[in-house]
């Protein structure tokens, strides 16, 4: 098969003919249809997060189970599913017994596994999601890392009706979690550095933009405030900001890497009782619940297809904030 293979670091990923994979016991393989482009991905081939070299890129992926390894009866030859970043754990440790494989010192994922940029994938069939009939793959894909981190983020956030959201970092993330909040019937304000982004927002349901000028906090309480803010933004001085537009009993919601703190005012957060709440890929039932809001067309990931001999073209387009809003390389 081919498959597209980072060798080092800060270099184009390379095309190579490599042995079609055989799926072990409790594993699947899978025909690859598309996998999104994410900016972790970006990371990764910059050195910024360490994995084993050479390795496969791609934790998007979507795709037809062709092959079931011995043990497998969860899924089947034929099923349409897409593939966690968590597959499985040790299944011995404390948070394995509790279900909670995310928090596993040993767990099972692309990166012990390989990633989506290739004909196949190998991938533990825990780790496997049933796809929607309707979902097409491309709108799919990146659901499984951008749009599980947007919906996880939404739920940690412990909505109540009548909230009032923010979105801050209106990207690839951002976006999605707009129309989410939405979709729940809350009233939403989109919070962007971009006036060109303003409109976008706006066609995606946003009810009012921010479009930050000076003190992003200051600018929110002028707007009367929020209950829940949701970050995509890797500016920490930004969100540090943002925390003084939080009404009583707020909530922030961080999901983005950054070496820099985030910063708040303790006096503050002790009479206003808000909270900092750090999320990633949380429930598995989030990444069932965005995927059928995303099938039932009440969220519309705005999208970017390219076929998969263009993969490198788009990593350059998405580390120079060109994509708008996800990336998806189309491969069968």
């Known amino acids: 098969m081919k498959a597209?293979?980072?060798?080092?670091?800060?270099?184009?990923?390379?095309?190579r003919n490599v042995p079609d994979p055989q799926p072990g016991p409790g594993?699947?393989?899978i025909r690859m249809h598309?996998?999104?482009?994410?900016?972790?991905d970006v990371h990764v081939v910059n050195g910024e997060l360490p994995v084993p070299l050479p390795i496969v890129l791609g934790h998007e992926p979507?795709?037809?189970i062709d092959t079931i390894g011995p043990g497998v009866r969860s899924v089947r030859a034929g099923d349409r599913v897409g593939v966690s970043w968590f597959q499985a754990g040790c299944g011995r440790c404390p948070y394995c017994q509790k279900k909670q494989i995310k928090f596993c010192a040993e767990p099972k994922t692309w990166i012990t596994n390989g990633g989506g940029y290739a004909d196949y994938m190998i991938a533990e069939a825990?780790?496997?999601t049933l796809l929607p009939d309707n979902l097409p793959w491309e709108s799919a894909a990146p659901l499984f890392c951008g749009g599980f981190s947007a919906m996880s983020a939404y739920r940690a956030a412990r909505p109540q009706g009548g909230d009032r959201i923010a979105v801050i970092g209106f990207g690839g993330l951002g976006h999605?979690?707009?129309?989410?909040a939405k979709a729940m019937g809350h009233e939403v304000l989109a919070i962007t550095n971009s006036p060109g982004k303003a409109e976008d927002a706006r066609k995606m349901g946003a009810d009012e933009v921010l479009v930050v000028k000076d003190h992003v906090g200051q600018e929110l309480q002028d707007m009367g405030g929020v209950d829940v803010i949701l970050?995509?933004?890797p500016s920490m001085k930004q969100n540090s900001q943002s925390i003084q537009g939080l009404r009583a009993g707020g909530r922030f919601v961080t999901t983005a890497v950054s070496g820099e703190p985030i910063q708040a005012d303790p006096v503050s957060m002790l009479f206003k009782q808000t909270s900092i709440i750090g999320s990633a890929h949380n429930d598995p039932g989030d990444i069932i619940d965005i995927l059928h809001l995303v099938a039932d067309g009440k969220v519309k990931p705005w999208l970017e297809t390219y076929p998969i001999g263009d993969l490198n073209r788009v990593l350059t387009r998405l580390e120079e904030g060109k994509v708008r809003y996800r990336a998806v390389v189309v491969q069968a």
């Open 62 to 64: 979507v795709g037809e």
């Open 231 to 233: 970050s995509f933004s």
């Open 34 to 40: 598309a996998t999104g482009v994410c900016g972790t």
């Open 126 to 128: 825990d780790g496997c």
């Open 176 to 180: 999605i979690a707009l129309q989410i």
């Open 4 to 15: 597209n293979v980072m060798t080092a670091i800060r270099q184009p990923l390379e095309t």
């Open 27 to 29: 594993q699947v393989r």
